[in-house]
């Protein structure tokens, strides 16, 4: 039981913190859950994530380029397809260590990746490496967000809010054919949902006290650091 209150309290901070400032949900609240218990991703995770990711969509709905999002929603389905196989081909006693590098490797390409323009190849292979990265290990954000970060900040928070709902739940719908989804996971998901509401709440009283910037900073850190306990388990 202490686990999964201390479990629901990080996805509260993670959803509080993407709520209010657009960063923090995956990058952070992954690699903490894969150290409290390695069950809890990705599909509980996913599962208790879709809730916020529509509310932030239809919040910015207006914001929402639909061409470009159809065309990324069409990369992140053959992404997913190909993380859910991946996945179900990997020993579980490997798992932790796999987490371990896509969590790494989600923070080296948020810090290093290369400025890209929203064009048709860009949204597609954006798109299909979030689908493979956030199936494997609930990480959408970090390939999908290089496409977007040069549109302006609402229409960005807009159009990552719709892509992660489509996102996560193609990716519960994915995993549970090939049968890493089942009534463990989706007991475990909807421990996590309460948290995501209190985190939701919340964000509006956190919206004015925080520099996106540095706490772009201290999530990457903590997601490293995590990433790096993981691999030497």
């Known amino acids: 039981m202490p686990v999964l209150v201390l479990a629901t309290l990080v996805m509260a901070v993670g959803a509080a913190l993407q ?3 657009g960063i923090g949900l995956a990058l952070l609240v992954v690699p903490l859950l894969a150290l409290i218990d390695v069950r809890l991703i990705p599909g509980p995770m996913l599962l208790a994530s879709v809730a916020l990711a529509v509310m932030m969509a239809y919040r910015g709905r207006a914001a929402i380029d639909r061409p470009a999002l159809a065309l990324s929603l069409v990369g992140l389905c053959v992404g997913t397809a190909v ?3 991946g996945l179900s081909l ?3 006693d490997r798992l932790t260590k796999l987490f371990g590098l896509l969590i ?8 290093f990746g290369p400025s890209v323009r929203a064009s048709r190849g ?5 798109g299909g490496a979030a689908g493979i990265m956030g199936t494997m290990v609930g990480i959408h954000g970090p390939p999908i967000a290089l496409v977007f970060q040069n549109a302006e900040p609402a229409q960005a928070r807009a159009m990552l809010g719709a892509f992660f709902a489509v996102g996560y739940a193609i990716s519960v719908v994915a995993l549970a054919a090939v049968g890493l989804f089942g009534r463990q996971e989706l007991a475990l998901g909807l421990v996590l949902l309460p948290g995501v509401g209190v985190g939701y709440a919340t964000a509006p009283l956190l919206g004015g006290f925080l520099d996106r910037r540095r706490l772009r900073i201290f999530i990457l850190a903590i997601s490293g650091a995590s990433a790096l306990l993981l691999l030497v388990r």
């Open 83 to 85: 993380g859910a196989l």
């Open 104 to 111: 790494l490797a989600a923070v080296l390409v948020s810090l």
């Open 19 to 21: 709520a209010a400032v």
């Open 90 to 92: 990997v020993a579980p």
């Open 122 to 126: 860009a949204l597609l292979a954006g």
